[in-house]
């Protein structure tokens, strides 16, 4: 979906090279989120500050393979991820927001155990919509949300 997207982490250029999971850019972030079904939205961070990214870079794939719910994965690098935290209330990255046709279903932020991740993901995509959280100004890149 992007043209011009800086130079990503060849783990985070595998990601996208070996898997469903595509790159947004700004002009396309809103029009991949608005489209029906589920999607998931990777929020990475620049993984020489978070090491965590890198992590979940390898776990997406096998993450989304294992969920009972089909789901449409977009990767915000850490630029636009950084531009975005605000929308979805994201307090810690990297994060993965859940979506269905564009209404929020939820968010997942740090970096997590296979079983939580697995839990937590079914959950939030048999969930009704909830509005979105109370927006929230700063992001730390490994805090603990306050």
Not at 59 to 72: F, G, K, Q, S, W
Request: hydrophobic share 50%; proline share 8%; glycine share 8%.
């Amino acid at each position: 979906m992007s043209a011009a997207l800086p130079q990503l982490h060849p783990l985070l250029a595998r990601l996208l090279a070996r898997s469903d999971c595509v790159a947004l850019d700004e002009p396309g972030f809103d029009d991949f989120a608005r489209r029906p079904g589920e999607a998931l939205l990777f929020f990475a961070a620049d993984p020489q500050k978070v090491r965590e990214t890198l992590d979940l870079a390898v776990i997406l794939p096998e993450l989304t393979r294992a969920l009972t719910h089909p789901v449409r994965v977009g990767l915000l690098e850490p630029g636009l991820a950084q531009r975005n935290a605000a929308r979805y209330a994201l307090a810690r990255f990297p994060a993965l927001v859940f979506l269905r046709g564009g209404e929020y279903l939820g968010a997942i932020e740090g970096l997590r155990d296979w079983a939580e991740y697995l839990r937590l993901g079914e959950q939030l995509l048999a969930a009704p919509a909830r509005p979105l959280p109370a927006k929230r100004i700063a992001v730390s890149a490994g805090g603990v949300r306050d």
